[in-house]
């Protein structure tokens, strides 16, 4: 199976106010799975005329506001009218097909990718037309959840800390948060759940 594992950095949590400032996705097939450094990465930092958000969400993105504010070329740079295309494209040159309707429909991978993610992208042209989330999403909560102790889905910390990561700090860098949602799934590959359930 091929999924895309995608993190958004955004300035703040409503996807009607607030703004995507940084995409990004990368390809992960489970039947020959590369080295993480080697999957097919694509990420964009999102310029918009101006921005609207919370001081907690523009603190925390201040090296993308950095980004966007520099004057150097910057080919990583679009519009929110850019984005979905530029993704479309990298769909398509890894092989994604589109369906009947010419929409490329993929299986994504993230953490809180159908609570909080998914509201964004349904906000930017070309959603359901260029590039469409199939309805089932893979959220590495379900996998590092103890059923008996947790009152709530675990963070992405404490997925990380429970996978033993060496550093189980979150970056809120959307290309290391996919890349940790991969590594964090990989795992499961081999021995799927459903062979350790006795009925």
Request: glycine share 6%; with cysteine.
């Amino acid at each position: 199976m091929r999924y895309i594992s995608l993190d958004l950095e955004t300035t703040g949590g409503r996807p009607q106010r607030h703004q995507i400032l940084e995409l990004a996705a990368v390809i992960e097939d489970t039947k020959h799975p590369l080295p993480l450094a080697e999957l097919p990465a694509f990420r964009r930092v999102v310029r918009h005329p101006e921005y609207v958000g919370t001081a907690g969400a523009l603190a925390l993105n201040a090296r993308l506001l950095q980004e966007l504010a520099g004057k150097e070329p910057n080919p990583e740079l679009c519009t929110p009218e850019e984005l979905l295309p530029q993704l479309r494209e990298f769909l398509l040159l890894h092989g994604f097909r589109p369906d009947k309707k010419d929409c490329v429909a993929v299986t994504m991978a993230g953490k809180n990718i159908a609570s909080f993610d998914l509201g964004f992208l349904r906000e930017l042209p070309g959603y359901g037309t260029l590039v469409r989330a199939e309805p089932a999403m893979l959220d590495p909560a379900a996998f590092y959840l103890n059923w008996r102790k947790d009152s709530r889905l675990p963070t992405m910390q404490i997925c990380k800390a429970r996978a033993a990561f060496e550093d189980d700090t979150v970056a809120h860098e959307a290309l290391a948060d996919a890349l940790d949602v991969v590594q964090l799934l990989r795992p499961f590959y081999e021995l799927p759940l459903y062979k350790e359930v006795k009925l």
